[in-house]
């Protein structure tokens, strides 16, 4: 057996299924240790936007050699879980991820102490909530969280997007008009049939389809989480903040988000906090690496990996706050 052999097989992972109960949702999700005794300090995986959960990549193995645990579970109606997470709001996710936490705080093999989050995207809402609310979070890690509320951040990316994909100026900003009254609608208590129905004119325009939520349904959540404002929540946090962007993100502005984050972090007198633009990375702080000039796919560098140096900055940010 090679010396590479037998280190994984000493070292490798132990993934265990977990599940808890949130109200009527039996979510379940991986745990996954260190190999050596605990207990460990654990990080809970936060999902973005959209279906998805348990499947974090190359994350837990990388946190577990660090000796850093994790959570990843299924959100409801996705995998095992049950549930449907379409009928979520963000306050709704974040009492989710407190149970989540709670349920692992009791396990033996975990120090209930030192339970990080990390979120992305949508995620990184989701999970400083639930940090402003709970004082049983150690750490938190945002990736590409913006600081700003939903019309600005959706205003920002048709204004990026758009362009991308050829349309023109006066498309750009009929689509900006048409989410600002949108939003205004559904803020209001319209009913997202009703204001769906009040779109027909441009149900059909070519740049419709990069509108945030195209059918009823998909506008009855964006009808969720539009009045959210993250500042009053960012200035609530009292654990350690990681907040880490893409140079290259045409989602959220991230120019922006960094001044609101560190007027909020500086009002608040928080004392421990890094935030950090990753250079030429995009949403998902990825960078381009095919050849000729780099490609953004739908906001996304295709093909791209994870920028280098990003893993590392986070896991060695986890291991001084939780570390053991």
Not at 90 to 95: E, G, N, T
Not at 121 to 126: K, L, N, R, Y
Not at 153 to 162: S, T
Not at 169 to 195: F, Y
């Amino acid at each position: 057996m090679s010396l590479a052999t037998l280190r994984d097989v000493l070292l490798a992972p132990v993934r265990t299924a977990v599940s808890f109960w949130n109200g009527m949702d039996r979510l379940v999700g991986d745990l996954v240790l260190p190999a050596w005794q605990g207990p460990h300090p654990v990080a809970v995986f936060v999902e973005g936007a959209g279906p998805g959960g348990r499947d974090q990549g190359s994350w837990p193995d990388r946190l577990a050699a660090a000796g850093i645990g994790s959570l990843a579970f299924d959100k409801p109606g996705c995998g095992e879980s049950t549930g449907d997470w379409t009928q979520q709001t963000l306050q709704d996710r974040a009492a989710e991820v407190l149970v989540a936490v709670e349920a692992i705080r009791g396990l033996p093999e975990v120090d209930g102490q030192t339970v990080a989050l990390i979120g992305g995207s949508q995620g990184a809402w989701v999970a400083s909530l639930a940090a402003a609310n709970s004082r049983d979070i150690a750490a938190l890690v945002m990736s590409s969280g913006p600081a700003v509320g939903v019309l600005s951040q959706e205003f920002y990316r048709l204004g990026r997007q758009l362009p991308a994909h050829g349309f023109s100026r006066d498309e750009v900003s009929l689509a900006q008009a048409l989410l600002r009254e949108r939003l205004r609608r559904l803020l209001a208590g319209a009913h997202p049939e009703e204001v769906y129905a009040a779109e027909a004119a441009c149900h059909n325009a070519p740049w419709y389809g990069f509108m945030p939520g195209t059918t009823p349904e998909e506008m009855a959540f964006v009808a969720r989480v539009a009045g959210f404002d993250p500042v009053p929540v960012l200035a609530a946090i009292g654990c350690p903040l990681l907040a880490l962007y893409g140079q290259d993100d045409v989602f959220i502005p991230v120019e922006e988000s960094l001044r609101v984050l560190e007027r909020t972090l500086a009002a608040s007198r928080h004392d421990d906090h890094d935030l950090v633009v990753v250079p030429h990375a995009d949403h998902g702080l990825r960078v381009f690496t095919g050849d000729g000039p780099p490609q953004l796919v739908y906001g996304h560098y295709s093909p791209g990996e994870i920028a280098p140096g990003v893993l590392e900055l986070i896991v060695t940010w986890l291991d001084r706050r939780i570390g053991r």
